[in-house]
Structure formats: structure tokens, C-alpha cells
């Protein structure tokens, strides 16, 4: 799974992705405190569709994912935290993409008249994305 956070103006979108299903299934936004990931983690773990054994979280190295009580709550969930080595895009290729993929066919790089429509788009561009979007390392 890989975790990643888009970020606008004055709100911040963390996602959770699922590598098997290509699933968005855990987002929220709120704020850039350890609070909305925890927040995010919580919502991944309670809509997980597979076993909660041995599943790997990725992050890149925010700050908000290397406080004690983020790790804290990811071990007690049964998550095994992973991280980015570096800051390269590279090192956390699916994220980008779809970070790519909502910004630029779903529109959510444009700016949004308040935080409501915002939410509303979001929410809309996740349903696209997990129900009607064909994935090719899915067979389509």
C-alpha cells in the first residue's frame, strides 16, 4: 500500500491504495497534522477488503509519518511501516501516478470554490477511479 498526500492552498488529501485491487480505500482531508494520517490509517485498516496479517504501509518520509504515535498506532493495527530512502518521485511510483491521474483527468489540480465542492469532487473522482477506471496490470 502507499500512502501520500496531494496538497492545495489551505487543504491537504491523504490517500491509501491498495497494490492488489489498484483500490483507493482510505482517504481524508483536514489538515497536515500526524492526526490526518492517523486518521487515514484508521479509515485503511477498517475498509481493508484482504486479511489484516503482514501488510506492508509505504509512505514517503513526511514528518507527519515519523512521529512515535503514527508508528505507534500501525503496529497495534498490524501494519509493518515502510518508507521512501530517499525524496525521489521515483521511489514511490504508483503515488505519483495517481496523484497524476486525479489532478490531471479528474481535474482536481484546479482551484475550487470552498472545502465542500472540494470534498465533493474528491469523493466523486475516488468513486471513478475504484469503479469504472480499467487498470491495465488488472487485465483491463
Known sequence: ??????????????????????????????NMKVELVKNALKMDH????????????????GIQYCFPNYSELAERLNFTLSTTQQYDPCENAVAERINETLKYEYGLNKKVVNLQILKKLVKQSVDIYNNKRVHWSLGL
Open 1 to 30: 500500500m502507499k500512502r501520500y498526500i496531494i496538497t492545495t492552498k489551505d487543504v491537504y488529501l491523504v490517500l491509501v491504495t491498495d497494490l492488489y485491487s489498484k483500490k483507493i480505500i482510505g482517504y481524508f482531508d483536514d
Open 46 to 61: 477498517k475498509n481493508m477488503i484482504f486479511s489484516h496479517d503482514s501488510v506492508i504501509h509505504h509512505s514517503d518520509r
